[in-house]
């Protein structure tokens, strides 16, 4: 057999490996501990589509942190995720309660309404969560013919808004959606991030909060692809193998997304990445406090920093460091850390923002 050592390529490097932005945490690359899993899984045969070891060993890892009934499926993304998620949870004719903000309705490109066949009632939320008294507003009509039947309630942690919700306020949310006959979806695309803040395991605001069927992201913390669904309470999921497959997130060598997700939660690789990253957004958000002409929006809980500044300095300044604007005609501007953003990426981000507002 083949030196691996040995292995060259025709690819070439076409960017700068030490370039960073605060962008989208999505642009960090792959975790090396995870490449090195990726490596660990590669090499002779294993059965496919999931009939695989490192797929059958994932059940043990989740369980461990979600509990002794929780099944996992992994998929290749995060829209794939939600969608095969809530397409699981509800009817033809169901609808889910999300916030306006959540990425189910605002960066998903309708993906769950064209894809799932479901409709979405989205609700204003501050600082984007939701609360029992919010869900109120389109929970209702459960017997209407004329209206989507409200089927599920689908949170986001940490929200779309870098905000954290409690145990206790899960748990309130679970307790209403349940006591009218709904399921509650979490949207955890950046769930690492929230158990990081709270200092809790992940079954304290999941499992042991009520939440029914978790999508669980990984992307977003050093993996390279995939994410997974795990249902949480038995029965309230239905089809998932078969609904996986229609949505086009069944990958043949499952192997490689399963042995990230090991890599991820088998230790502590997914708790140090969230913590970091949360760090480094503490600091961007302390850093900007006292410059004047700029205004961080919302509490500052998890990766992201939502800030308020002059559009022309923004401009500029996204042309020395990449982010997006959240919402240009305000000035508002998101930006993110990641696992790899380092305090030195900070600082020269803050030196280079003092610099523009200065000019």
Same mark, same amino acid.
Request: net charge negative; proline share 5%.
């Given at each position: 057999?083949?030196?691996?050592?040995?292995?060259?390529?025709?690819?070439?490097?076409?960017?700068?490996?030490?370039?960073?932005?605060?962008?989208?945490?999505?642009?960090?690359?792959?975790?090396?501990?995870?490449?090195?899993?990726?490596?660990?899984?590669?090499?002779?045969?294993?059965?496919?589509?999931?009939?695989?070891? !490192?797929?059958?060993?994932?059940?043990?890892?989740?369980?461990?942190?979600?509990?002794?009934?929780?099944?996992? !499926?992994?998929?290749?993304?995060?829209?794939?995720?939600?969608?095969?998620?809530?397409?699981?949870?509800?009817?033809?004719?169901?609808?889910?309660?999300?916030?306006?903000?959540?990425?189910?309705?605002?960066?998903?490109?309708?993906?769950?309404?064209?894809?799932?066949?479901?409709?979405?009632?989205?609700?204003?939320?501050?600082?984007?969560?939701?609360?029992?008294?919010?869900?109120?507003?389109?929970?209702?009509?459960?017997?209407?013919?004329?209206?989507?039947?409200?089927?599920?309630?689908?949170?986001?942690?940490?929200?779309?808004?870098?905000?954290?919700?409690?145990?206790?306020?899960?748990?309130?949310?679970?307790?209403?959606?349940?006591?009218?006959?709904?399921?509650?979806?979490?949207?955890?695309?950046?769930?690492?991030?929230?158990?990081?803040?709270?200092?809790?395991?992940?079954?304290?605001?999941?499992?042991?909060?009520?939440?029914?069927?978790?999508?669980?992201?990984?992307?977003?913390?050093?993996?390279?692809?995939?994410?997974?669904?795990?249902?949480?309470?038995?029965?309230?999921?239905?089809?998932?193998?078969?609904?996986?497959?229609?949505?086009?997130?069944?990958?043949?060598?499952?192997?490689?997304?399963?042995?990230?997700?090991?890599?991820?939660?088998?230790?502590?690789?997914?708790?140090?990445?969230?913590?970091?990253?949360?760090?480094?957004?503490?600091?961007?958000?302390?850093?900007?406090?006292?410059?004047?002409?700029?205004?961080?929006?919302?509490?500052?809980?998890?990766?992201?920093?939502?800030?308020?500044?002059?559009?022309?300095?923004?401009?500029?300044?996204?042309?020395?460091?990449?982010?997006?604007?959240?919402?240009?005609?305000?000035?508002?501007?998101?930006?993110?850390?990641?696992?790899?953003?380092?305090?030195?990426?900070?600082?020269?981000?803050?030196?280079?923002?003092?610099?523009?507002?200065?000019?």
């Amino acid at each position: 057999m083949a030196d691996p050592h040995a292995v060259t390529t025709e690819a070439h490097r076409r960017h700068d490996p030490e370039a960073r932005g605060f962008a989208s945490d999505n642009y960090a690359g792959a975790h090396p501990e995870i490449l090195a899993a990726l490596a660990l899984a590669n090499g002779g045969h294993q059965s496919s589509y999931g009939a695989d070891d !490192y797929t059958a060993h994932l059940q043990d890892i989740f369980r461990a942190h979600f509990g002794p009934t929780a099944e996992t !499926y992994p998929v290749f993304n995060g829209t794939g995720a939600n969608v095969v998620a809530l397409q699981a949870l509800t009817d033809r004719w169901g609808a889910v309660v999300a916030a306006t903000s959540s990425h189910i309705h605002t960066d998903e490109g309708g993906a769950p309404e064209r894809v799932g066949g479901l409709k979405l009632l989205p609700v204003p939320a501050p600082e984007g969560k939701l609360t029992p008294e919010l869900i109120a507003r389109e929970a209702w009509g459960f017997d209407d013919e004329h209206r989507a039947t409200p089927q599920v309630v689908s949170i986001t942690q940490s929200t779309e808004l870098g905000t954290v919700y409690t145990p206790e306020e899960i748990r309130a949310i679970s307790d209403f959606a349940h006591e009218r006959g709904m399921t509650v979806h979490l949207d955890g695309s950046r769930i690492a991030n929230a158990a990081a803040t709270l200092g809790l395991p992940l079954r304290a605001f999941t499992a042991d909060a009520g939440v029914d069927v978790l999508s669980f992201g990984g992307t977003k913390n050093g993996m390279l692809f995939g994410e997974a669904v795990v249902v949480l309470t038995p029965g309230a999921a239905r089809a998932m193998l078969n609904i996986r497959k229609l949505s086009m997130q069944l990958a043949s060598k499952m192997r490689f997304v399963s042995v990230q997700l090991e890599a991820l939660l088998a230790g502590d690789l997914w708790l140090r990445g969230a913590a970091h990253a949360n760090a480094m957004a503490r600091r961007l958000a302390e850093g900007v406090r006292d410059v004047p002409g700029v205004e961080v929006l919302h509490p500052v809980q998890a990766n992201a920093v939502f800030a308020r500044l002059p559009h022309d300095a923004a401009e500029r300044l996204r042309k020395r460091h990449r982010f997006y604007f959240w919402d240009e005609a305000a000035g508002d501007v998101r930006w993110m850390c990641a696992f790899d953003t380092t305090e030195e990426d900070v600082d020269a981000f803050l030196a280079a923002l003092r610099e523009e507002l200065a000019r």
